[in-house]
């Protein structure tokens, strides 16, 4: 089943190009690192996808919808930047965070009744942080922080699961522990996962396809394939390669 | 009135957008002495003209590209011009108008309170109606949209909610100091609030303990209602500060 088809997307920042003729599709169950030097357009990619920004050709649909006729938006979990565009002064603890990954599936006017409350207490504890549920948000470490919004795109039972740089904020350890996590979530739930991430290995260890942009895809296909493509490892995308050997 | 400014408050200083009470309570300046100048009665002139000012603000600053504190200063400027300009064309109702800057609680009539109960209903309905979706907004405005909520809808709804309560709230403070009234119990409740709901909670307790002894304060020592409230508000702020430190 296709769930998400791009097609010759073109975005453009004022005068500059961030995406020209990006076309690639991800089918169910597929775990693609999204990967490319910083300016290539990753997350650019992502805002696109979710219409958050506008596009100046191609098109993007979602479960074999155009994405602007598209509604079930519940189906999709969506993990951002840390720290991108969280109010860092909202004074709401855990729960309340995990129970707006279920407020878009509502009408209006829109409760929260007992079972969503069973539901994130469920999630939580799935996720090893049942313990967090009353703690305040802000005082969460990078780890609980990523854990907690995993658990607000979880909750809402997404098919398909979108991460920007998930693991900027973890501390190796952590960000080993996080992947093994997503990796659980595609193979035993068979989630469909795209990741925008600077550290090729993970992509290398975890992901099944790897989509790498430098504003145009420069690839997509299989992991094993990338890693053995020469092209791949000139001075342009040395620094990605070595940074993920570095990381190792 | 107190219940109104708390709540919506607390969800405008959490989206940086406090300042749009002083904008628009500038607004209701010229509003109303619009309503004096054709001898309307002024509540009835400001509502409309402060709903369309607020739009006003959010169209400006998408259309024209400009940050929301100038385009606030816009159209605040407009509406503090337009009433000096009307009131030195009209020199009888200048001590009308000055009533009007500074409010009175004590002078407000029946006819007064109804309109006012009703609006505050109206706007705490919509407030209770599309929480969870201010919420979202003011939590995580992108994340908010990738799950499909309007968020133009929300911020349009919000500033048209605001500009209804400074309407309100000027027979109370007046024109002068009604921002005060969205502000300062937010950003007292926000020092030692954990969690939303009790953000909310201490918001409210505080707007209404300010206005409850401001009045009995001004009618026992003779001195100004509107002004002792916001200066009881601005105590119950320095106490959260100091409370936050020692906790």
């Known amino acids: 089943m296709n769930i998400l088809s791009v097609e010759n997307l073109g975005v453009r920042y004022e005068q500059s190009i961030a995406l020209d003729g990006v076309t690639f599709s991800v089918e169910q169950g597929d775990f693609v690192g999204i990967a490319g030097p910083n300016g290539a357009g990753k997350t650019t990619l992502i805002k696109a996808i979710f219409g958050l920004i506008p596009s100046f050709s191609g098109a993007v649909s979602l479960f074999g919808e155009a994405q602007k006729k598209f509604a079930k938006w519940q189906s999709i979990g969506y993990l951002p930047q840390k720290n991108v565009s969280v109010n860092p002064l909202f004074p709401a603890v855990v729960e309340e965070v995990v129970l707006l990954g279920l407020i878009s599936e509502k009408s209006f006017p829109k409760k929260v009744t007992k079972a969503d409350k ?4 469920e999630i939580l504890e799935e996720l090893g942080i049942g ?37 900027t904020a973890l ?11 997503l990796l659980e979530l595609n193979q035993k739930k068979g989630i469909t996962i795209l990741f925008i991430t600077h550290d090729t290995s993970y992509i290398q260890r975890y992901a099944s396809k790897i989509l790498y942009l430098d504003r145009k895809v420069m690839y997509f296909g299989t992991v094993e394939n990338f890693f053995q493509k020469k092209e791949f490892r000139d001075s342009k995308h040395q620094y990605h390669i070595h940074y993920s050997h570095s990381n190792d | 009135m107190a219940l109104t400014c708390a709540t919506l408050g607390m969800f405008l200083v959490l989206r940086r957008m406090s300042l749009i009470g002083d ?3 500038h607004v209701s300046f010229g509003a109303i002495a619009l309503g004096l100048f054709f001898g309307v009665y002024p509540l009835y002139i400001a509502v409309p003209v402060v709903m369309i000012g607020s739009y006003f603000i959010l169209k400006i600053t998408e259309k024209a590209k400009v940050y929301g504190d100038a385009s606030i200063g816009i159209v605040s400027a407009v509406g503090i011009s337009g009433g000096v300009i009307l009131a030195s064309l009209s020199k009888g109702f200048n001590v009308d108008l000055f009533s009007y800057l500074f409010g009175n609680i004590l002078a407000i009539s ?3 309170v109804i309109f006012s109960v009703t609006l505050s209903f109206l706007v705490l309905s919509m407030l209770y109606f599309f929480y969870w979706d201010l919420f979202s907004a003011t939590f995580d ?3 908010a949209k990738t799950t499909g909520i309007h968020t133009n809808f929300i911020n349009i709804l919000l500033t048209l909610l605001t500009a209804v ?8 403070v007046g024109v002068m100091l009604v921002s005060a009234l969205l502000i300062l119990p937010s950003v ?3 020092q030692i609030a954990r969690g939303f709901k009790q953000a909310l909670f201490l918001s409210i307790l505080f707007s209404l303990l300010s206005v409850f002894f401001g009045i009995i304060f001004s009618f026992l020592f003779d001195i100004p209602a509107g002004a002792t409230i916001v200066m009881l508000s601005v105590i119950f702020f320095m106490l959260t500060l100091v409370y936050k430190k020692l906790g």
């Open chain 1, 118 to 121: 069973k539901a994130v207490r």
């Open chain 1, 131 to 167: 313990d967090l549920r009353k703690k305040s948000f802000t005082e969460l470490s990078g780890g609980q922080y990523q854990r907690v919004l995993l658990a607000r795109a979880l909750v809402q039972k997404p098919e398909l699961l979108i991460f920007d740089e998930p693991s």
């Open chain 1, 171 to 181: 501390d190796p350890q952590s960000r080993d522990g996080f992947f093994e996590l």
């Open chain 2, 23 to 25: 904008g628009l309570s």
């Open chain 2, 110 to 112: 029946e006819t007064e």
């Open chain 2, 141 to 143: 405005e992108e994340y």
């Open chain 2, 165 to 172: 309560t400074v309407v309100l709230s000027i027979k109370v």
């Open chain 2, 188 to 190: 007292s409740a926000l």
